[in-house]
Nanobody, 118 residues
Framework: QVHLIESGGGLVQAGGSLRLSCAISGRTASVIRMNWFRQAPGKEREFVAGIVWSLGVTSYADSVKGRFTISRDVAENTVALQMNSLKPEDTAVYYC???????????WGQGTQVTVSS
């Protein structure tokens, strides 16, 4: 079992920045990839950014490329999402997700609210 706890959400004006963090505990050795997803009211949950845990290789949704940066701290078992140049359309609940090899297991955090005012 892997447990995830997100933090760092809040209210920010358009153009501002926030840094989200996800603390990973439990069977951390089984985690191969960490992702951030988000879900806005009335919309499907969507992929935001991902990182291969061992290699640090990253990927991003087109909508956040150049503005968001995902990183991980292997020693501290945390993954962060630095969000710059925030837009009102970034408003959503942000979730971190851990995946095991082959996607056999997936674990989700409880989510953290990000609200960007115009």
């Amino acid at each position: 079992q892997v447990h995830l706890i997100e933090s760092g959400g809040g209210l920010v004006q358009a153009g501002g920045s926030l840094r989200l963090s996800c603390a990973i505990s439990g069977r951390t050795a089984s985690v191969i990839r960490m992702n951030w997803f988000r879900q806005a009211p009335g919309k499907e949950r969507e992929f935001v950014a991902g990182i291969v845990w061992s290699l640090g290789v990253t990927s991003y949704a087109d909508s956040v490329k150049g503005r968001f940066t995902i990183s991980r701290d292997v020693a501290e078992n945390t993954v962060a999402l630095q969000m710059n140049s925030l837009k009102p359309e970034d408003t959503a609940v942000y979730y971190c997700k851990a995946s095991t090899p082959g996607g056999e297991y997936e674990y989700w955090g409880q989510g953290t609210q990000v609200t960007v005012s115009s």
